[in-house]
């Protein structure tokens, strides 16, 4: 099968319900997206399907009908994304495991709400899980790309 990742096209012999994170990861070599749970609950999987966030570790290939993006792929090759931007100007991560499904989250819903309030953005990321309790940072980040975005 053919799948777009990053913009790019690759060519893979899987199964239709191989789950698309092990395809990124063993079939692809591309290793920011994170295993977590397993069962679509912690969000360390989350990548992007035509924009929208979705969990990799339920999705299998071949349910895959549109454009995948990961953390890898999320800034241009110049310049990072305004989501990755807060994260690192707020400090944001601690051990970093679930980061890349958190910013992906985040970039997603912004595309949908560019201008959310704090319990709009609690309500978007209740998904995604932080074993480190970063929560309040995760918050602010969001806020903070929210204005970044504004003005770009």
């Known amino acids: 099968m053919k799948l777009t990742v990053n913009g790019e096209t690759h060519e893979v ?20 997206t994170k295993y977590g749970c397993g069962i679509a609950q912690c969000g360390a999987c989350t990548v992007h399907m035509d924009g929208i966030a979705v969990r990799s570790c339920q999705l299998a290939a071949g349910d895959v009908t549109g454009e995948i993006t990961t953390i890898e792929g999320l800034g241009t090759p110049t310049a990072l994304h305004a989501v990755q931007e807060a994260w690192i100007d707020l400090q944001v991560a601690q051990c970093g495991y679930c980061q890349a499904g958190q910013i992906m989250q985040a970039a997603s819903f912004l595309d949908l709400n560019p201008d959310p309030t704090h319990a709009q953005i609690d309500a978007a990321m209740s998904g995604n899980l932080c074993r480190c309790g970063s929560y309040p940072r995760i918050r602010d980040a969001v806020k903070s790309a929210s204005s970044k975005l504004k003005r770009a």
Not at 13 to 32: A, F, K, N, Q, S
Request: no cysteine.
């Open 13 to 32: 012999d899987v199964e239709d319900d191989m789950p698309l994170l092990w395809v990124l990861r063993d079939e692809l070599g591309i290793t920011g």
